[in-house]
C-alpha cells in the first residue's frame, strides 16, 4: 500500500518510455563506468546474484468479500507470466483481516488458496502481508476493504478500540477505523469476548494452519516470507497522517493518544514520572495535520518544546508505547510460527573495518540455517505461558525502564544505549497478562516449519532536515537532533531475528519540494547502519508508484537499483582520499582510484536484503512499459554482487 504522501511530487522526471529509452541509451554510451567492481567478503553462495523482487498484486486481488477478482482475467495471468520471465522472485500479496474473518472466529481463506494455487503453479514465491488494517482513505488506495463488520460494530459501541486525534473547538477528537489502537491491545473482551491480541493471534493460526501444516507442503515451499502488520499500511506507526482527515503532503501530521486507554496510559506515565499534571493530554501547541514545524511552538527548531524535559518525557513515552505494541505482536506472532532467525551475529559481520565471508542475511530456508522451533525468544512449546512472563515490560529480564536488563542486548548489537523509558510505568501488567483472561482461549504453540517474518516501517523523510524531524515524531519515531529514532525498533527486530523493510527507496532529497526539507537520503542511510550494526538484513520497498499512464520514472527504477546494492547509499564520505592526486592519471583511471579508495573507507553495508516493486496495474504490462521493466530487472540480477557508481551518474539521478 502506498504510504507516503508526496502527491505533489514533481513528474517532470517521469518521461515517456519512448523519449526516455533513447536518452537513456546514449547516455549510457558516454558514462564514465567504474566497473563492478567485487566487494571482498561478498560471496556468491551467501547472497546469490540478485536483490530478489517481488511485485505487489492489486490491493483487491482478493477484495472484501473474500474472492479472488482476478482468477478468470486474462490479463492477469498473462501478466504474471511476463513478470515471472522478466525474473521476478515473487508476488506480494494482501491477507486482509476483513476478508477472511467476516464472521467472529470464522475463517474463509477460499480465495486466497485459489490465488496461492496459480502462483505454486507459476513458480512465484509468496509474500503474505498478514494485514490487520484497513484498505482505502490512504495515498493510492484504489480499492476498499474495511475492518471486519463485526469489529466495526464494536467501535460503535466503544469508539475508544480506534486511534483518536486531539479534540477540535467544538468536537471531539476524530476516530480512525483503519486499525485498533494499540492501548487496546490487551484489553480483554472488547471484540466479542476476546481482546485485539487474541484475535491477532487466532487469525494467524488459522493461517498457519491452512496454509503451513495442511497442503502437503506446496504452499509452505511457495510462502517467501512473512509480513507482520503492526499499523496502518501494514506498518509499525501511528496512523499520524491519513488523507481522510484532511491531511496532504508535507503536512506534520498529528499525534494519535487521544482515546481514554491512551489518555490513562499518559496519566500514569506522568504520575510515575513526578510529574502528574504532564498527563492530562497531549503537548499544546502542535499545529494540525498540514501544519509546518515552525508554525508550532512544540516543533520549531529553536526552543521548540520537543526538547524541553516535558518533551522528551512525552516522545519517550508516546515512542515506547509503540516499540511495546510492535513486541506484543512479535512475542503473539512467535508462539504461532516457528520463526527462522534471520539475524547475523554482529561480531561475524565487520572486524576491522572490513567484513566476514561469514556473513549471512537469512536467504531462502533450504540454503540458510534452520533453528528449532524452541530456540525463539519467548517461546516454549511446552509452557507458553511461563515464557510470556519473561516479556513482562517490569519483568526484571526486560524492564524498559532498567539500562542494565533490556539494553545490554542494545549494547550487544552495537546499538547506543537509551536512557529510562517512562512508558514502561504506564502498566504494571506484563504483554501477556489480560489475554488469558478467558477459559476457552489459551496461547496456542508454535508449530510447522520455520517461516521468515518482517516488519515494515514508514520512510517518513518530509521535514527530516530540521531539528525536530516533526512528521517522524508524530508517526512514533523518535527520530530527531541528536537522537536515533530507529535504534529501539531494530533492536527489537533482532531480538526475535526477523527482517526490516524500510519504504521509500526510490526518492532522493531532490525531487521533493525545497521548502519540505525532505531526507530520504539521510533516512535510508540511518536505518541502513543501524540495521547493519545489529546485524539484521534490511528489506526496501518504493513508496511511490514509478509506471503511471503515459509516463515512466526511470530515474527512480535507477535510484532503486543503485539503493539496494552493497554500499549503494549516496551519502558515503570519502574520508581519507588524498586531494593531491597524481596529474599523469587520465581522468578514468584517476576515477577508478578514487572509487576504489571511497569503498575502502566506507562502511561495508550489505545489499538489500530484498525489495518489493510496487505494484502491478495494466498500465504496467504494456509492451514498451515492459521493456523498461526488463532493463530495471537485468540490473537487479547482479546487484548483490557489485558496487557501480559514479559521480555523473548520482548527480543524473539527482543525488548530487
Known amino acids: 500500500m502506498n504510504n507516503i504522501g508526496d502527491c505533489q511530487m514533481d513528474v517532470s522526471n517521469s518521461r515517456s518510455y519512448s523519449q526516455n529509452s533513447e536518452q537513456h541509451d546514449q547516455a549510457s554510451s558516454r558514462e564514465v563506468d567504474v566497473g563492478e567492481i567485487p566487494l571482498e567478503g561478498v560471496r556468491e553462495d551467501v547472497y546469490g546474484r540478485s536483490v530478489p523482487v517481488y511485485v505487489m498484486l492489486p490491493l483487491d ?15 492477469f495471468l498473462s501478466a504474471l507470466r ?24 470464522m475463517y474463509d481463506f477460499s480465495g486466497y488458496k485459489q490465488l496461492f494455487e496459480l502462483l505454486v503453479a507459476l513458480d512465484l514465491k509468496i509474500q503474505v502481508v498478514l494485514a490487520f488494517h484497513a484498505c482505502g482513505g490512504n495515498v493510492g488506495d484504489n ?37 485498533i ?44 516470507e512473512i509480513v507482520l502488520g503492526t499499523g496502518p499500511c501494514g506498518e509499525l506507526r501511528y496512523p499520524s497522517y491519513p488523507e481522510m482527515n484532511g491531511w496532504r503532503f508535507p503536512g506534520i501530521g498529528e499525534f494519535q493518544c487521544y482515546d481514554r486507554r491512551a489518555l490513562a496510559s499518559l496519566a500514569r506515565a506522568a504520575e510515575a514520572a513526578g510529574h502528574p499534571e504532564w498527563g492530562h493530554a497531549g503537548p499544546p501547541d502542535v499545529g494540525h495535520y498540514n501544519s509546518t514545524p515552525d508554525d508550532t511552538a512544540f516543533f520549531r527548531g529553536w526552543d521548540g518544546t520537543w526538547a524541553t524535559e516535558y518533551g522528551k518525557f512525552f516522545l519517550d513515552w508516546y515512542s515506547q508505547a509503540l516499540v511495546d505494541h510492535g513486541d506484543r505482536m512479535l512475542h503473539a506472532a512467535s508462539t504461532v510460527f516457528c520463526i527462522h532467525d534471520l539475524k547475523t551475529p ?25 533453528i528449532s522451533c524452541n530456540d525463539f525468544v519467548g517461546i516454549s512449546s511446552e509452557s507458553p505461558r511461563e515464557t510470556t512472563d519473561d516479556l ?65 516501517i514508514a520512510g517518513i523523510h518530509w521535514w527530516y532536515h530540521t531539528k525536530s524531524h516533526a512528521a517522524e515524531l508524530t508517526a512514533g519515531y523518535y527520530n530527531c537532533d541528536g537522537r536515533n529514532g530507529y535504534d529501539g525498533i531494530i533492536s527489537l527486530c533482532a531480538r526475535y531475528g526477523v527482517a526490516l523493510t ?19 537520503e539521510g533516512l535510508l542511510r540511518t536505518v541502513k547502519e543501524s540495521a547493519f550494526k545489529a546485524g539484521l538484513p534490511l528489506a526496501g520497498e518504493n513508496a511511490l508508484p514509478c509506471f503511471m499512464p503515459n509516463a515512466i520514472d526511470e530515474s527512480a527504477l535507477q535510484r532503486i537499483v543503485y539503493n539496494t546494492q552493497p554500499l549503494g547509499t549516496p551519502l558515503e564520505e570519502q574520508k581519507s582520499l588524498d586531494s593531491k592526486k597524481s596529474d599523469q592519471k587520465d581522468d578514468e583511471d584517476q576515477m577508478v582510484d578514487d572509487e576504489v579508495q571511497r569503498q575502502y573507507n566506507a562502511q561495508f553495508l550489505p545489499p538489500m536484503r530484498s525489495f518489493t516493486f510496487l505494484r502491478l496495474t495494466t498500465d504496467m504490462m504494456s509492451d514498451t512499459y515492459q521493456n523498461q ?28
Open 629 to 656: 521493466w526488463k532493463r530495471f530487472m537485468k540490473l537487479m540480477s547482479r546487484n548483490a554482487l557489485r558496487f557501480k557508481t559514479s559521480q555523473r551518474w548520482r548527480r543524473d539521478l539527482g543525488f548530487e
Open 143 to 179: 480499492a476498499e476493504v474495511p475492518l471486519p463488520h463485526w469489529v466495526l460494530s464494536c467501535g460503535e459501541r466503544d469508539p475508544d478500540i480506534f486511534y483518536t486525534d486531539k479534540p477540535r473547538e467544538f468536537s471531539p477528537g476524530r476516530r480512525n477505523p483503519e486499525c
Open 82 to 105: 511476463e513478470l515471472k520471465n522478466s525474473g521476478i522472485h515473487g508476488v506480494a500479496v494482501d491477507v486482509w483481516w476483513g476478508a477472511v474473518e467476516r464472521k467472529p472466529r
Open 502 to 520: 524500510l519504504t521509500c527507496v526510490e526518492m532522493c532529497d531532490s525531487q521533493h519540494p525545497p521548502e519540505a526539507l525532505c531526507g530520504p
Open 181 to 224: 489502537s494499540l492501548f487496546a491491545d490487551t484489553e480483554s473482551g472488547i471484540l466479542r469476548g476476546r481482546s485485539p491480541i487474541q484475535c491477532y493471534v487466532d487469525f494467524m493460526k488459522a493461517f498457519r494452519d491452512e496454509f503451513i501444516l495442511h497442503g502437503d507442503g506446496v504452499y509452505y515451499d511457495a510462502i517467501g
Open 392 to 456: 513482562s515490560m517490569n519483568s526484571p529480564k526486560t524492564s524498559a525502564s532498567d539500562p542494565g536488563t533490556v539494553y545490554q542486548s542494545t549494547v550487544a548489537t552495537g546499538l547506543p544505549s537509551r536512557g529510562p523509558s517512562y512508558a514502561s510505568f504506564r502498566s504494571s501488567t506484563s504483554i501477556s497478562d489480560g489475554l488469558n483472561t478467558m477459559e476457552e482461549w489459551i496461547w496456542p504453540s508454535p508449530q510447522g516449519k520455520p517461516v521468515n517474518m518482517n516488519l515494515k
Open 61 to 75: 486481488t482478493v477484495n472484501a468479500d473474500g474472492v479472488f477478482r482476478y482468477a478468470s482475467a486474462q490479463w
Open 346 to 370: 554482529r561480531s561475524d559481520t565487520m572486524e576491522s573495518g572490513r567484513r566476514s565471508d561469514s556473513l549471512d542475511l537469512g536467504g531462502d530456508l533450504r540454503t540458510s540455517k534452520s
